[in-house]
């Protein structure tokens, strides 16, 4: 895959930010660490549930960084963009490369109208 250099590149306006990123990532394990030990701790149901609420609120920002990663746009490199990726991925319901065919994979491959269940099509009838 071939990166837009107007999108990303390793130097101008639109360059990668490689050690923000780094530090993000450092954040959000820091933060996953947490709520699991949190999750070890606590006592309460109601305890429980705001503690589910902030690990949401934390993988909603790890799945960024997983899109970045499934965009090529994390890291320079595409080893440590496949690998931040693929480690981030492990907190999820979903291996990285899975996340990735799935995003990249529908444009590529379009289903016949017969497998289209989810869509209406013109000339489809309406309930």
């Given amino acids: 895959m071939t990166r837009n250099p107007q999108i990303a590149t ?3 306006p639109f360059r990668i930010p490689t050690v923000a990123n780094l530090i993000i990532i450092g954040l959000q394990l820091t933060a996953i ?7 070890s701790q606590v006592g309460s149901w109601w305890g429980l549930g705001l503690l589910a609420i902030a690990f949401g609120m934390v ?8 899109h970045e990663a499934e965009h090529a746009m994390l890291f320079d490199n595409r080893f440590w963009n496949d690998f931040a990726g693929s480690v981030m991925a492990l ?37």
């Fill in 33 to 39: 660490g947490a709520c699991f030990f949190m999750a």
């Fill in 59 to 66: 993988m909603n920002s790890v799945y960024s960084i997983i």
């Fill in 91 to 127: 907190f999820f319901p979903a291996p990285f490369h899975l996340i990735r065919q799935g995003h990249f994979g529908p444009p590529l491959r379009p289903r016949p109208h017969d497998e289209a269940f989810d869509f209406y099509f013109d000339e489809a009838h309406k309930i």
């Fill in 10 to 12: 390793t130097n101008g």
